[in-house]
């Protein structure tokens, strides 16, 4: 039993994030239409924002102290970050411990402009071409935002730790009742996986709740009555896409310090998230959101050794093997919609 | 002779001088001259060319016919690469056991996914043969390690059975893959000059597959098994209310891009006998798909080109470095220098995908038929104005 629940639990924060980046994917391809193969690259580029944060917080210069020697005996040279010298010590030790929940401001405008630069710039022109066209254009594009990253941040995965608050483990097993130390799980995680809710939530609350999200969700349904009515339609989807950009961006962000950034994660995500999208539906937010979660905790139970002495190599192609059979079995996946991609 | 057209005569012709004479025309810098490193008349480079052209154009037969968009054609190639190494250790070193048992099971496995992968279309499509070759290269990583060796890659021992053949050597090495005796890697040199020419056994039995595989896609085009599969790409719903059914068709343009693939594999086996999983990770999918759109779906030499595109611009452009620009741009002023230096750094050495990634879109975006489309853009453009009317005649897809 409490081996279950762990899998649960682990399962959760993956699930989070294949949800948060299959989210994002949902609404741009619900809204304008388009199948966006740069989507893991906006991934990245938000958990990189994080990095970046971290790396100018941590600025700082150099001072030396007469008082202590070094190795050679030369006097020490200290480094001070400048955010410890202007608010005090304390204070700035705190701001950059803080580092990955501050990069959730950071990134955000920076992720909406980027989303904005992206479809006004390039996939505005894409609208009329066929999908195969879609996936190549934004599929370049990834390759070159990925190399981007890479020519200024090295091939190499970098760690960017979370608060000091946030270390550690929780044990969950004293509180259901178990034996202590049967279910550990990182404080982290369980943030990321509330943080994962409450931004589905806001986006969800946003389409449904305001007036907004439903001409959105009016032009998702028929984009030419709503333009029909006199509504900038193509303004909103543009919008949303900034949305969905910052979306993408704040789980690459608050995923960093779970898996230590480098320049191919959001190349790993997106083949998963694609999976993840058409499992759900193509176009189906809610879809989306459930087959995220439902994949990620199909995988931790698929690692699992009880699973894997019964059929080897199963944690290696679980979710592609649900994939391949959703598909064939249900064409429009777990809740799609019905004349969504079928051909 | 061939049974060709005029046309496609000219074509045949300029792609058997552009491969029997590769290794004049890509070594035309003298040996020891400052610009020698732009020659890429070396046998690993130009086996490399001929490979990945017969990959390529078999993924045309599928992608730039039937318009059906594969991401897991990587995965073909992986298992005729692991099925010929077999052959090498099971049997003997002779590549024409290797090469048709590898054309033979990336077959079987083509039609296997080909049959359930066809059942969808569009990106639906795309995803499935995505999941494949993603479990493919999974189990190939794990599971199958017994098979497949895992992360070292399946490789030739000195225990190897080879019944056929020897286990090993009279010296005690690991016997080469040889065509009846002739040793793949055996190379004739012939310097004229101060130019080198290399004539690799390998590079020439690749070439000639090659040859051999355009030829029998310059025929799959003009066939009405080809016209099939257009039909398919332009307009499947009428081809049903035609009462045709497009799926065996379809699925046997798969299989037949999908045995490319393997033996493209099997010869990549046979030039260097080693196999590992990479091979048939989705980023080698990718580039596949990369080489095809860059030379031009649908067309037939576009594929050709776009492989040695590729393949030449990977090798050239990580070769250059620095110190290389500041000689070339050394008759600017120093700080101009300094900064078109700077500004060309990251295209170039371990930047190269950067440039690739940008080149791919551009190509995407502006030329959607792709290097050949461009060809015919200049030759138009050259050629005058004289034909405007022809000009806004609507276009749907570049002839060869």
């Known amino acids: 039993m409490d081996a279950i629940i762990l899998q649960i639990l682990n399962g959760l924060d993956k699930g989070s994030a294949y949800a948060l980046i299959a989210l994002g994917l949902t609404l741009i391809f619900g809204t304008l239409g388009v199948v966006n193969f740069a989507h893991g690259a906006l991934f990245m580029i938000g958990a990189f924002c994080a990095v970046t944060l971290s790396k100018i917080l941590n600025l700082s210069f150099e001072t030396v102290d007469e008082t202590k020697l070094d190795f050679l005996g030369n006097p020490a040279k200290i480094k001070t970050p400048y955010v410890e010298s202007w608010f005090g010590p304390e204070v700035g030790a705190t701001i950059i411990d803080w580092a990955v929940p501050l990069a959730i401001l950071f990134s955000i405008p920076i992720m909406i402009a980027i989303g904005f630069i992206m479809e006004r710039g390039l996939i505005k022109h894409f609208y009329k071409r066929p999908h195969a066209d879609q996936i190549l254009v934004t599929f370049g594009l990834a390759i070159v935002l990925q190399e981007i990253i890479k020519y200024f941040y090295g091939a190499n995965p970098i760690p960017t730790g979370a608060p000091e608050v946030f270390k550690g483990s929780y044990d969950f097993g004293v509180l259901l009742g178990f034996d202590p130390n049967a279910i550990i799980y990182p404080y982290w995680r369980l943030v990321y996986f509330g943080f994962s809710a409450l931004i589905i939530g806001g986006v969800f609350a946003f389409l449904q709740f305001t007036t907004f999200g439903m001409v959105v969700r009016a032009g998702m349904a028929d984009r030419e009555t709503v333009g029909l009515l006199g509504i900038n339609i193509d303004k909103r989807f543009t919008i949303m896409f900034g949305i969905a950009a910052a979306v993408a961006g704040l789980a690459g962000v608050m995923y960093a310090p779970i898996n230590s950034p480098n320049y191919h994660m959001g190349m790993d995500f997106l083949v998963l998230s694609f999976v993840v999208v058409v499992v759900g539906g193509m176009g189906s937010l809610p879809g989306a959101v459930l087959a995220g979660f439902l994949l990620g905790i199909l995988e931790s139970f698929a690692s699992m050794n009880e699973v894997k002495s019964l059929i080897p190599g199963i944690d290696q192609i679980i979710i592609y093997l649900v994939a391949i059979i959703i598909l064939l079995t249900r064409p429009r996946g777990l809740m799609g919609r019905k004349g969504v991609m079928e051909d | ?400």
């Open chain 2, 1 to 400: 002779m061939l049974n060709l057209q005029k046309h496609d005569k000219t074509l045949m012709i300029i792609v058997a001088v552009l491969v029997l004479f590769a290794p004049f025309i890509l070594n035309p810098f003298p040996t020891g001259s400052a610009m020698a490193q732009f020659n890429a008349g070396y046998p690993d480079l130009m086996q490399r060319f001929v490979i990945f052209g017969i990959f390529a154009v078999g993924f045309n037969i599928l992608f730039g016919l039937t318009g059906y968009l594969s991401f897991g054609h990587a995965a073909f190639l992986g298992v005729g690469s692991y099925s010929a190494v077999w052959m090498f250790k099971l049997l003997s070193m002779n590549v024409i056991p290797a090469i048709l048992l590898s054309v033979v099971i990336s077959g079987l496995f083509a039609l296997l996914i080909g049959f359930v992968s066809l059942r969808r279309s569009g990106i639906y499509f795309s995803i499935l043969t995505l999941a494949f070759a993603q479990m493919s290269f999974n189990l190939a990583y794990s599971v199958l390690t017994p098979i497949t060796n895992g992360e070292t890659g399946l490789q030739l021992t000195l225990d190897d059975p080879r019944i056929l053949g020897v286990s090993a050597t009279a010296d005690g090495g690991i016997p080469v893959t040889s065509l009846f005796g002739l040793e793949m890697r055996s190379t004739y040199e012939m310097i004229v000059g101060p130019w080198t020419f290399q004539f690799n056994a390998g590079y020439y039995l690749c070439g000639i597959i090659l040859l051999a595989a355009f030829y029998l896609s310059l025929r799959i085009f003009r066939s009405p098994f080809g016209m099939m599969l257009r039909a398919v790409k332009s307009n499947q719903t009428r081809l049903n209310y035609t009462g045709l059914n497009p799926k065996p068709y379809t699925l046997a343009a798969f299989v037949i891009s999908g045995m490319y693939a393997g033996l493209a594999g099997g010869l990549m086996a046979s030039m260097d006998p080693l196999a590992g999983a990479e091979r048939m990770q989705w980023t080698a999918s990718g580039e596949v798909v990369l080489m095809t759109i860059l030379g031009g779906a649908g067309t037939l030499i576009g594929p050709v080109l776009g492989a040695g595109f590729i393949k030449y611009f990977e090798n050239i452009f990580s070769k250059i470095n620095d110190s290389i620009l500041h000689s070339w741009f050394s008759f600017l002023p120093d700080g101009i220098e300094d900064a078109v230096v700077f500004l060309i750094h990251p295209f170039i050495g371990k930047g190269w995908h950067l440039t690739l990634g940008i080149l791919f879109m551009l190509v995407v975006i502006f030329l959607p038929g792709g290097l050949v489309e461009g060809g015919q853009r200049i030759k138009k453009w050259v050629s005058g104005g004289k034909n405007k009317a022809d000009d806004k005649a609507p276009k749907t897809e570049p002839a060869e």
